[in-house]
């Protein structure tokens, strides 16, 4: 089945103890994309990569790295998380050249 | 950049009743617009989109228009049934560089679909 997945699907964690959640796609996407999800604020970009080794910001990089070794996979990493990092995560993916968007499951991250 | 509102926040209708929800947009240069749906505790699926040489799309009981002169595309639900509640996005998405394929997010719309 052709899908995006995310781990872990929840996550407590404490202020300043790194973080990093994965992201996986089995469609071959070349594009890759981490959004936050706030109330009022719909999906935000934080990073976007357009394909192996190539990373770059969006709209909410602070506080957030990421990384691209290899076509399938984009995690999300968070060195130092802070309580305004509490959010729910989504990954996206497509075709390059392609608009369409599939996104994952979500990851719903709460920052003591 | 782009900017994209979206209302209403939240929108309540009976079953069988039309539902509409409004988004604008900023660029000019945008030229995708698609509208996702995200169901509880699910990722954002894509239930219809248009671009901007568009000015309608229909799939069944969901319409999507565009007024590119006026910055604005609506979607329109029509029979709706209590399957429909759900949170709706609206996006835009750049035409070249960069921006290509970046989606830009409306605020989101929750509907509510009552018996």
């Known amino acids: 089945e052709a899908q995006v997945t995310q781990n872990p699907r929840y996550l407590i964690t404490v202020t300043g103890k790194k973080l990093t959640v994965t992201c996986s796609q089995n469609m071959n996407h070349e594009y890759m994309s981490w959004y936050r999800q706030d109330p009022g604020l719909g999906l935000r970009q934080i990073y976007y990569?357009?394909?192996?080794?190539?990373?770059d910001k969006g709209d909410v990089p602070e506080g957030y790295k990421v990384s691209r070794k290899e076509k399938r996979n984009f995690p999300l990493i968070l060195e130092s998380p802070s309580p305004n990092q509490t959010s729910l995560y989504f990954c996206?993916?497509?075709?390059?050249?392609?608009?369409?968007?599939?996104f994952g499951p979500g990851t719903r991250l709460t920052v003591l | 950049g782009e900017n994209v509102e979206q209302h209403p926040s939240t929108l309540s209708v009976q079953e069988g009743d039309s539902a509409v929800i409004k988004c604008t947009y900023s660029?000019?240069?945008?030229?995708?617009f698609p509208w996702y749906k995200q169901e509880l505790g699910k990722g954002p699926q894509l239930i219809i989109d248009?671009?901007?040489?568009?000015g309608e799309k229909k799939d069944q009981r969901i319409a999507v228009t565009l007024n590119k002169t006026a910055k604005h595309f609506s979607l329109h639900i029509t029979e709706t049934q209590p399957e429909d509640s759900a949170v709706y996005f609206c996006?835009?998405?750049?035409?070249?560089?960069?921006?290509?394929?970046?989606?830009?997010f409306g605020q989101g719309t929750i509907l509510t679909v009552h018996p």
């Open positions: 248009i671009r901007s040489n568009v």
């Open positions: 660029d000019s240069a945008s030229n995708y």
């Open positions: 990569s357009m394909n192996v080794e190539v990373t």
């Open positions: 996006a835009a998405s750049g035409a070249g560089g960069t921006s290509y394929g970046k989606l830009t």
């Open positions: 996206a993916s497509r075709v390059d050249g392609y608009n369409e968007q599939f």
